[in-house]
């Protein structure tokens, strides 16, 4: 067989990764009005994982392990780089010495694409062009980050940015490049705004879902999912491809983290636990439900094993592949699940308990006028072009009550899932256990000092 033939054989890859989706934004996962029947439909035909976690409860720190397979400490980006955060956070980018999955994937001639949020440096030298992707198309950092501005390649395109079209024209550009790579192995993350505040919707979906606007930016990304399956569908190519749906954090304010306790930003459940669907027909056995432990890292050693690709060995990898999990119900390869706060390792859990090794991170916003919380990254009208009813700290996504935060909290998630009491004090031999175990890989963590950040700039 000659090395084209064998190139053309190896199974394409789709990764969709939602913006702040909660772990019960779903209706596979369990809520009760948000309509998702696509991604319903995604995980009856295929499989879904109930204890996935990301390893940092924000976007960048979270991107940075999908795409190298690492920890945020050790592949050097633990803070989100902010353009209107001030001169330090606006240079914070993945190192240059990291290896990404687009340049693995790229050197075993796959085509690759990013198409959304990048959010792993916005300099020149650093966007998705420079490391690995051979197209890119949308916002680089939040979509509440100003300046807000779509970029194609390297060029800005379109200031200010009309967010009710976006996923739309995300999905769009999704399908165009399937359409073209049709007939080549590709490798495209579709890294969806929705619904990372602002929310905004289409038309055809504003105010149409009868569960106000999170649940309108919810409907339009499940449309963009289902059209991304469809098309697949329509050119022959759902059993050539692997398709992987997740988010990069918890919720925000107006979805729901499904019972788990705190929200984005905190190192509770409902900052680190996010839905995650696998979808690869004639691979993956339809209507699994796996509660395997799982971590964001697990999909770039997911994507390997897939593509049979390989990276250099010069380097720790912290993800396992989930395909034995996903194809065989297998146990899951890892022993323990770490969080991160900040620079710094705080939690570790295993299949059944949670240690809070450092106090936990809440979500602390100061209320104005009114009781509500002035976002001085809200909608303006100028500068962010969205709906003005955004959610504000009456809808929080979690639970706010529970043991208040301390160090060395152990919460039993079987029997305590919201973590509200702590059984630290009756269950010392597994505090030992996993305090001995999270010092294993905190010796690893090195000392780097928070990014300075100065007012957003309007």
């Known amino acids: 067989m000659g090395a084209l033939q064998a190139v053309e054989l190896r199974p394409n890859v789709v990764i969709v990764l939602a913006d702040d989706l909660g772990y019960g934004d779903l209706g596979c996962y369990g809520h009760p009005t948000f309509k998702t029947p696509r991604l319903d439909q995604m995980a009856a035909q295929g499989a879904r994982m109930t204890q996935f ?55 075993a001639g796959y085509a690759t694409a990013l198409i959304g949020k990048w959010h792993l440096g916005h300099l020149p030298g650093r966007l998705p062009t420079d490391r690995g992707f051979d197209e890119y198309y ?24 009309v967010q009710a079209t976006l996923t739309t024209r995300y999905t769009q550009r999704a399908l165009d490049f399937i359409r073209r790579h049709r007939d080549r192995p590709f490798f495209l993350e579709l890294a969806e705004a929705m619904p990372h505040k602002p929310l905004a919707a289409p038309e055809r979906h504003y105010q149409k879902s009868g569960s106000g606007l999170y649940g309108d930016a919810l409907a339009d990304l499940d449309e963009s999912v289902g059209r991304v399956l469809d098309a697949l569908k329509e050119l022959g190519l759902e059993e050539r491809t692997l398709v992987l749906f997740t988010s990069d954090n918890g919720a925000w304010f107006g979805g729901s983290c499904g019972g788990l306790r705190g929200m984005k930003g905190t190192s509770y459940e409902g900052g680190y636990r996010v839905p995650m669907i696998a979808r690869w027909p004639g691979r993956i056995p339809a209507g699994q439900v ?20 390989r990276m250099p060995d010069d380097r720790v990898l912290d993800g396992r592949s989930l395909l034995p999990v996903l194809s065989q119900g297998a146990r899951s390869a890892h022993r323990y699940v770490l969080g991160h706060k900040g620079s710094k390792l705080a939690t570790i859990r295993d299949a059944r308990w949670k240690l809070h090794v450092l106090p936990a991170a809440e979500m602390k916003l100061k209320a104005g006028p009114e009781g ?17 009813e955004q959610y504000n700290l009456d809808r929080h996504p979690g639970l706010t009550t529970g043991v208040a935060p301390a160090a060395m909290q152990l919460f039993d998630l079987q029997t305590d899932p919201g973590e509200q009491q702590d059984v630290a004090a009756g269950h010392p031999d597994v505090v030992k256990r996993l305090r001995a175990a999270f010092d294993e890989v905190n010796r690893d963590v090195p000392e780097l000092p928070e990014v300075k950040r100065t007012p957003y700039a309007r």
């Not at 955060?85 to 994937?105: D, F, M, Q």
């Not at 796996?290 to 690709?309: I, K």
């Not at 509500?372 to 003005?388: E, H, K, M, Q, S």
């Open 53 to 107: 976690n990301t390893p940092a409860p924000f976007c960048a720190p979270t991107r940075a392990a999908l795409l190298t397979g690492r920890q945020p400490f050790r592949c050097g980006m633990t803070q989100n780089p902010a353009p209107d955060g001030g001169p330090e956070a606006n240079a914070l980018a993945l190192p240059e010495g990291e290896i990404l999955l687009p340049e693995v994937l790229k050197q």
């Open 138 to 161: 949308g916002i680089p950092y939040s979509n509440d980050m100003r300046p807000v501005q779509v970029l194609e390649g390297t060029q800005v395109v379109e200031y200010p940015v």
């Open 290 to 309: 796996s509660a395997e432990l799982g971590v964001m890292m697990d999909l770039f050693a997911t994507v390997l094993e897939a593509t049979g690709t």
């Open 372 to 388: 509500r919380w002035l976002d001085p990254r809200a909608p303006d009208g100028v500068t962010i072009l969205a709906p003005f």
